[in-house]
């Protein structure tokens, strides 16, 4: 009988106000607002540690365990691994009604991410040797960006059950750190390891400057100035669009494009590496004798090889235009016409890079709508990474506003650690706002 209830009232629960969550332009509250202190967070992985951790007698060993076979660690891995992260700051938004039907909107935040993408052939070649040849390496990435958004937004009625929204933002980039392999193919012998490369490594710190040798190849040993952030690297925009339509009662539809553009980057640090090596390499590791007590010495001495011999040569800074990490949102809701406080809804959404990890889900749940006073939700959907839940909630006193939302798969993290087990999608937001 507690079960039952316990399932009752997790799905009377149900999602909370997804356009509003997500920032829907098209939005026109019937009051201003001012929301300070919104902070979101999102990591995401499309393989989890336990494809690396494998039980050996009484321990956890890495799949490079001499104990594990090249099947069973591999199998595990996509052709692509890669892990993405992405940090929000809202420092305040400030809504007002304008004439007739408009709304508008100002924000100020600031906003990281990064990420990470290792081919699967990497790992391979690791456990393996050098069986198989050659290898495609051409999706190895590696970035981290750090930038401003200053944003206008203006939404309007179109008519009584259909609005439509734009917010227009400046980015203000501050720091940006960019690997991108245009073409990386191994070719291995029994003497040596051959690599024909295409790649450029950017940086933008301008009060700290990586030495150059005689040569005039990028010499990370030498540097010179205080690495603080110092002005501005960069400079961009972006845009918001979407829209909201209510064609009878109870229903909603929402939908939204966020982040439409990208940055000017200035790459004060600048290098290429463009043309064919040949090294050792990493020949003793098809040999019985590796293990993953031997692994950090041998990644050590194989990248100060890849150093000596891939040298980036360094060029003159410039400006590459990168674009940010675009969001498409859909969702729709319909109140139950016996109960008006609960509603069904669905939603989706795709996250797209041009760089790392792509990202889609689609979810369904219920919200329970108390006006004014409390919203709470649960919903659950599948997408990239998997099984996906999420709930939020929202709380009204006086005329403050405070809301969270936690979105997470199933399957774990490592104990005292923050690394899930499983691929996974975590999102969490808080904030505070104030109807005025």
Same mark, same amino acid.
């Given at each position: 009988? /507690?079960?039952?209830?316990?399932?009752?009232?997790?799905?009377?629960?149900?999602?909370?106000? !997804?356009?509003?969550?997500?920032?829907?332009?098209?939005?026109?509250?019937?009051?201003?607002?001012?929301?300070?202190?919104?902070?979101?967070?999102?990591?995401?992985?499309?393989?989890?540690?336990?494809?690396?951790?494998?039980?050996?007698?009484?321990?956890?060993?890495?799949?490079?365990?001499?104990?594990?076979? =090249?099947?069973?660690?591999?199998?595990?891995?996509?052709?692509?691994?890669?892990?993405?992260?992405?940090? #929000?700051?809202?420092?305040?938004?400030?809504?007002?009604?304008?004439?007739?039907?408009?709304?508008?909107?100002?924000?100020?935040?600031?906003?990281?991410?990064?990420?990470?993408?290792?081919? @699967?052939?990497?790992?391979?070649?690791?456990?393996?040797?050098?069986?198989?040849?050659?290898?495609?390496? #051409?999706? &190895?990435?590696?970035?981290?960006?750090?930038?401003?958004?200053?944003?206008?937004?203006?939404?309007? @009625?179109?008519?009584? *059950?259909?609005?439509?929204?734009?917010?227009?933002?400046? &980015?203000?980039?501050?720091?940006?750190?960019?690997?991108?392999?245009?073409? &990386?193919?191994?070719?291995?012998?029994?003497?040596?390891?051959?690599?024909?490369?295409?790649?450029?490594?950017?940086?933008?710190?301008?009060? @700290? @400057?990586?030495?150059?040798?005689?040569?005039?190849?990028?010499?990370?040993?030498?540097?010179?100035?205080?690495?603080?952030?110092?002005?501005?690297?960069?400079?961009?925009? =972006?845009?918001?669009?979407?829209?909201?339509?209510?064609?009878?009662?109870?229903?909603?539809?929402?939908?939204?494009?966020?982040?439409?553009?990208?940055?000017? %980057?200035?790459?004060?640090?600048?290098?290429?590496?463009?043309?064919?090596?040949?090294?050792?390499?990493?020949? #003793?590791?098809?040999?019985?004798?590796?293990?993953?007590?031997?692994?950090?010495?041998?990644?050590?001495?194989?990248?100060?090889?890849?150093?000596?011999?891939?040298?980036?040569? =360094?060029?003159?800074?410039?400006?590459?235009?990168?674009?940010?990490?675009?969001?498409? *949102?859909?969702?729709?809701?319909?109140?139950?016409?016996?109960? /008006?406080?609960?509603?069904?809804?669905?939603?989706?959404?795709?996250?797209?890079?041009?760089?790392?990890?792509?990202? %889609?889900?689609?979810?369904?749940?219920?919200?329970?709508? !108390?006006?004014?006073?409390?919203?709470?939700?649960? #919903?659950?959907?599948?997408?990239?990474?998997?099984?996906?839940?999420?709930?939020?909630?929202?709380?009204?006193?006086?005329?403050?506003?405070?809301? =969270?939302?936690?979105? *997470?798969?199933?399957?774990?993290?490592?104990?005292?650690?923050?690394?899930?087990?499983?691929?996974? *999608?975590?999102? &969490?937001?808080?904030?505070?706002?104030?109807?005025?």
């Amino acid at each position: 009988m /507690k079960k039952t209830l316990f399932v009752i009232l997790s799905l009377t629960i149900g999602v909370s106000a !997804w356009a509003q969550e997500i920032g829907n332009p098209a939005e026109t509250p019937d009051y201003g607002f001012l929301r300070v202190g919104e902070f979101q967070s999102i990591s995401r992985n499309n393989v989890g540690a336990a494809a690396f951790l494998f039980p050996a007698e009484d321990k956890l060993v890495t799949g490079l365990h001499q104990s594990i076979s =090249a099947d069973s660690f591999l199998e595990g891995l996509q052709p692509v691994n890669s892990i993405y992260g992405d940090i #929000s700051y809202n420092l305040v938004s400030y809504g007002w009604k304008g004439r007739a039907n408009g709304f508008h909107t100002i924000q100020l935040g600031a906003r990281a991410n990064y990420g990470l993408s290792v081919p @699967k052939e990497i790992f391979q070649i690791l456990k393996t040797g050098t069986a198989q040849s050659p290898y495609d390496l #051409s999706t &190895l990435r590696a970035f981290g960006n750090a930038y401003g958004e200053i944003a206008y937004g203006y939404s309007a @009625k179109i008519c009584d *059950n259909f609005s439509i929204g734009a917010r227009l933002k400046l &980015l203000v980039g501050l720091n940006s750190a960019d690997l991108s392999v245009m073409s &990386l193919e191994l070719t291995t012998t029994e003497q040596l390891y051959s690599i024909n490369l295409d790649a450029d490594i950017d940086l933008t710190n301008r009060d @700290k @400057k990586i030495g150059t040798d005689d040569n005039g190849y990028m010499d990370f040993t030498s540097l010179t100035g205080k690495g603080k952030l110092g002005w501005p690297s960069g400079a961009g925009l =972006a845009a918001d669009l979407g829209l909201v339509w209510k064609p009878f009662d109870g229903f909603t539809l929402s939908a939204s494009v966020l982040d439409l553009g990208g940055i000017f %980057w200035y790459y004060g640090n600048a290098g290429i590496s463009s043309g064919s090596y040949s090294f050792t390499g990493l020949k #003793s590791l098809s040999t019985d004798e590796f293990n993953e007590e031997a692994l950090g010495a041998r990644l050590k001495g194989l990248g100060d090889e890849l150093l000596a011999v891939v040298k980036p040569k =360094a060029t003159d800074g410039s400006f590459k235009f990168k674009t940010i990490p675009l969001n498409a *949102n859909a969702s729709v809701s319909y109140a139950l016409p016996f109960f /008006k406080m609960l509603s069904i809804d669905a939603c989706g959404k795709y996250t797209g890079y041009s760089f790392c990890l792509p990202y %889609w889900e689609a979810r369904g749940g219920l919200s329970f709508d !108390w006006p004014d006073r409390l919203h709470l939700g649960l #919903s659950a959907g599948t997408g990239t990474c998997g099984f996906v839940y999420g709930v939020r909630s929202s709380v009204n006193f006086l005329s403050f506003r405070l809301y =969270a939302s936690y979105e *997470n798969g199933i399957g774990g993290l490592i104990p005292y650690e923050s690394i899930p087990l499983q691929p996974n *999608n975590n999102f &969490l937001s808080v904030g505070l706002l104030y109807k005025l």
